[in-house]
């Protein structure tokens, strides 16, 4: 069954099709991005969802309440509903303008906590240009949205608040980490707090650089981001955990260059893949799973430590305890777990039961009536 069922094809000759292509450029010539990844096909739907950008590049927006309201400036009998369709063209562009994955950084949590970051960022910065772009689209008149994603957004605020000082600072990290792949929305914001709150400990080489980012990244990153754009109560929860896993790694990476200056901190790497690749130092041909069938089974010597042995090893590194909090922890079977669902835009295992489906295109919640856009979400 194809991802479009249900859903119409809008003519790239028609009105509609024409105006959202021109907001579409408006929003890419205000943020321009390393990339654009909209494919030039537009659906028109009309079930649930606001719409959003598909993995492969489509775009599918609501008939009724994105498209329609796409009226080329003129306004319309419902200015919220108008004002939240021009957010979500204003939204999905955003994240048309640069990759998803990052599959050699060491440092991508190429896991769904990602997603729960890109969302709240999106939409903050949704907020703070779309002024500037119903400006530039001729739409005047037209009221500033009320931010979907509340408990995202309150958490991706407060971690910009505890990574930042001032106002221009923290624009200036949200456009910076908005720059980045999907996967590296937390590096980004780990780089910066080295750079600005760690600069007299750590030391500016490469190798110490990335090892204190990563073990920021690392408790940063909690299992809470997981879908924290559909759970509006989960954002306090989600901001206390990560601004504490904030303050204790600050902590750990202090009291590591006390006591060992030359050396980089020992951290568990993010994004494992990357960090196996690197110490390969070649381009590797794959064997493939017939061909590994055939060999003989390997030597007893010859075995790799288990995932819990790993784990166990991670525990004995500074600053770790059998105790932790939720986000202290992950292991390299965690990781490539989650990599799996990621990659394929599935919902985490642990939600399977008690949530509605994480949908890849940006699913966007049911309005409670006709022109209200409470609990709506943005893909």
């Known amino acids: 069954m194809s991802p479009n069922d249900g859903m119409v094809r809008v003519d790239p000759s ?12 408006i929003a890419q010539e205000l943020r321009p991005g390393s990339e654009d990844r909209w494919n030039r096909e537009l659906y028109a739907r009309t079930d649930d969802k606001w719409g959003g950008l598909a993995v492969d590049g ?3 927006l609501h008939k009724d309440l994105v498209l329609d309201q796409l009226t080329g400036g003129e306004p319309t009998d419902d200015p919220d509903r108008q004002a939240q369709a021009l957010a979500t063209v204003l939204h999905e562009s955003e994240h048309a303008r640069v990759a998803i994955d990052a ?5 991508a949590v190429r896991r769904r906590e ?5 969302e709240s960022l999106t939409e903050l910065s949704t907020g703070d240009n779309f002024p500037e772009f119903v400006q530039r689209a001729g739409y005047a008149g037209v009221p500033q949205p009320t931010p ?6 309150r958490a991706g605020s407060e971690l910009l608040d505890r990574a930042t000082s001032s106002a221009a600072e923290r624009q200036q990290l949200l456009q910076s980490a908005l720059d980045q792949p999907v996967v590296m929305r937390f590096d980004a914001v780990a780089d910066h707090i080295v750079r600005n709150e760690l600069a007299d400990v750590v030391p500016p080489e490469p190798a110490h650089q990335q090892a204190a980012r990563a073990q920021l990244v690392n408790q940063m990153a909690i299992p809470e981001w997981d879908g924290v754009q559909h759970r509006p109560n989960a954002g306090g929860l989600t901001a206390d955990l990560t601004r504490a896993g904030v303050d204790r790694a600050v902590g750990q990476l202090r009291e590591h260059y006390r006591q060992s200056p030359d050396e980089p901190y020992p951290a568990v790497t993010p994004n494992p893949a990357a960090s196996r690749a690197a110490q390969a130092g070649e381009q590797q041909r794959t064997i493939s799973a017939e061909e590994l069938r055939a060999l003989p089974p390997p030597a007893a010597e010859s075995r790799i430590a288990s995932a819990a042995e790993r784990a166990t090893a991670t525990a004995a590194q500074p600053g770790n305890s059998p105790g932790a909090t939720s986000g202290q922890q ?31 295109d940006g699913a966007r919640g049911r309005p409670e009536r006709a022109g209200q856009t409470t609990g709506m979400e943005r893909g």
């Open 14 to 25: 028609s009105r509609t099709y024409q105006e959202f292509a021109r907001l579409y450029q």
């Open 114 to 118: 990602s997603f729960g970051l890109d």
């Open 58 to 60: 489509t775009m599918r």
């Open 330 to 360: 992950v292991t390299d079977a965690g990781r490539d777990g989650g990599l799996a669902r990621f990659l394929a835009d599935q919902p985490a295992a642990s939600g399977a039961v008690q949530n509605a489906p994480d949908l890849g």
């Open 148 to 153: 979907e994603y509340p408990g995202a957004v």
């Open 103 to 107: 599959p050699g950084e060491p440092n």
